[in-house]
């Protein structure tokens, strides 16, 4: 007779293969209760106060204290978190995104890093210059030979040395908000940027990078151009050092001579410069031609706001071209600034003052002017 099922195992070996299959089913348990149960993300933002959405849901806000962080649950998967302020109208925001596996704690201590305008703003920005045209005002700048740079200041607008410059068009101001705003309504240019609150219209476009400056100038070529007509550009960096000088005498640091009032130009006049008087100090840009223009017809060449060139950063001049040509080799990762700003010194917005800036750089002093 076949012997029964169980007297085919020893007492012990039942005892450890049931022992066996009971860990199993544990251990199969614990695993699906895990996966189940959600992580938890612990999220701060700086600024405080920014609502969160998780995929597109919002799932609540961040704590306005920075050091605090809110405790949101989040299921296994891979999610996108964004973390949006609305400030008037733009938004600061950022996005990143994560994995989840297993039930687990996740900290995200976000810095709201990016900027960009409300869909409402956009929505009536283009509802209002749909359609529309820039008025640009283009100068005719005679053709001549300058002294370009100084000696007597910073070492990279050393050596001076005699630059042949051809006649070229010079934008008469810096570009406005409004030239700005009718690109962006007409689908020229992609970013609205934040005026600071010092309003829009005649002010001089602000946060605009030299990416930025470039898609603009794209647009106009594609949508501006007359039959014949010269394409718009950047102004190289020795065109635009030739036009604020402006026929000025060699060596002399700004078109009005050895002094700027700020009767003269917008800049911090606390700082006026050696052996020159004291000035206002109103901490904004203002807008495009308040003062008297210089020689050339050409307004705030100095001061107000920083202005993109077409050049890549060099440094010193002695291998830079003497016929008024960019210089497109060198460290491009930085692009040229000039003219200084509302809130620069006297020094800082002298014709020979040189800056740099990465081309993706946003700045509330950072503009620019047409050339062609």
Not at 4 to 14: D, T
């Amino acid at each position: 007779m076949p012997r029964p099922l169980a007297c085919l195992f020893s007492p012990k070996a039942v005892l450890a293969k049931v022992v066996q299959i009971v860990c199993l089913l544990l251990s199969t348990a614990g695993l699906s209760l895990a996966m189940a149960t959600p992580s938890v993300a612990l999220i701060s933002s700086v600024p405080g106060g920014a609502q969160l959405l998780l995929n597109g849901k919002n799932v609540g806000a961040t704590p306005t204290d920075t050091t605090q962080r809110v405790r949101v649950a989040v299921p296994a998967g891979r999610h996108r978190l964004e973390a949006v302020l609305t400030q008037g109208m733009h938004e600061k925001y950022t996005t990143l995104t994560f994995a989840v596996l297993t039930g687990a704690t996740h900290t995200f201590d976000l810095a709201l890093g990016l900027e960009r305008a409300t869909p409402e703003f956009q929505q009536q920005t283009r509802q209002r210059f749909a359609g529309q045209s820039p008025k640009l005002e283009m100068l005719k700048i005679p053709a001549g030979r300058f002294q370009m740079g100084s000696e007597a200041n910073w070492p990279n607008e050393r050596p001076v040395r005699t630059v042949a410059i051809a006649g070229f068009e010079l934008g008469k101001t810096e570009v406005t908000f409004d030239m700005w705003d009718i690109c962006f309504a007409n689908g020229g240019c992609s970013h609205l940027p934040n005026d600071h609150g010092w309003g829009r219209g005649n002010q001089p476009v602000i946060y605009v990078s030299w990416h930025d400056a470039k898609e603009f100038i794209a647009w106009l070529n594609r949508s501006q151009l007359k039959p014949g007509g010269k394409r718009f550009r950047l102004p190289t960096e020795a065109e635009w050092e030739y036009a604020a000088r402006a026929g000025g005498k060699a060596g002399e640091p700004f078109s009005t001579g050895q002094c700027i009032s700020t009767k003269q130009a917008r800049y911090n006049g606390d700082h006026p410069g050696d052996n020159c008087p004291p000035g206002d100090y109103l901490r904004r840009a203002i807008p495009v031609a308040s003062f008297a223009p210089n020689a050339f017809g050409l307004y705030d060449m100095h001061g107000n706001v920083k202005e993109w060139v077409q050049d890549c950063w060099n440094t010193p001049y002695a291998k830079a071209p003497k016929d008024g040509r960019a210089q497109t080799g060198g460290d491009c990762e930085q692009r040229m600034v000039r003219g200084g700003a509302w809130y620069a010194f006297a020094e800082a917005v002298r014709s020979a003052r040189r800056y740099s800036d990465a081309p993706t750089y946003r700045n509330y002093g950072q503009g620019f002017r047409l050339a062609r």
